[in-house]
């Protein structure tokens, strides 16, 4: 069992950069792959990125390649998002969440969700 709290939401600037941070509970954080999701209104939750238990490893939506980046850092239980060149199409409520699955891409093979954190992109 984990517990995910994801923080660095707010409102910004189109062109402007947030860092999302996601803190992990207990001690078996580095057993799971990590990846960020997010919901837009009236949109199904889709995939942003995700990394490997090692952090070695990175996967990106083609609509955030190149401007997002993930990161984790396993001696603080966190995963990092970095968000660079924010569009008001990135607007939506971002969630982390782990899985023991290797199938990272695969949205139903994350077990443990985190409560989400609004991003609001003003044009």
């Known amino acids: 069992q984990v517990q995910l709290v994801e923080s660095g939401g707010g409102l910004v600037q189109a062109g402007g950069s947030l860092r999302l941070s996601c803190t992990a509970s207990g001690r078996t954080f580095t057993t799971y792959g990590m990846g960020w999701f997010r919901q837009a209104p009236g949109k199904e939750r889709e995939f942003v990125a995700t990394?490997?238990?090692?952090?070695?490893?990175?996967g990106y939506a083609d609509s955030v390649k190149g401007r997002f980046t993930i990161s984790r850092d396993n001696a603080k239980n966190t995963v990092y998002l970095q968000m660079n060149s924010l569009k008001p199409e990135d607007t939506a409520v971002y969630y982390c969440?782990?899985?023991?699955?290797?199938?990272?891409?695969?949205?139903?093979?994350?077990?443990?969700w985190g409560q989400g954190t609004q991003v609001t992109v003003s044009s």
């Open positions: 990394i490997s238990r090692s952090g070695g490893s990175t």
């Open positions: 969440a782990a899985t023991n699955s290797w199938d990272v891409l695969n949205i139903a093979q994350y077990d443990y």
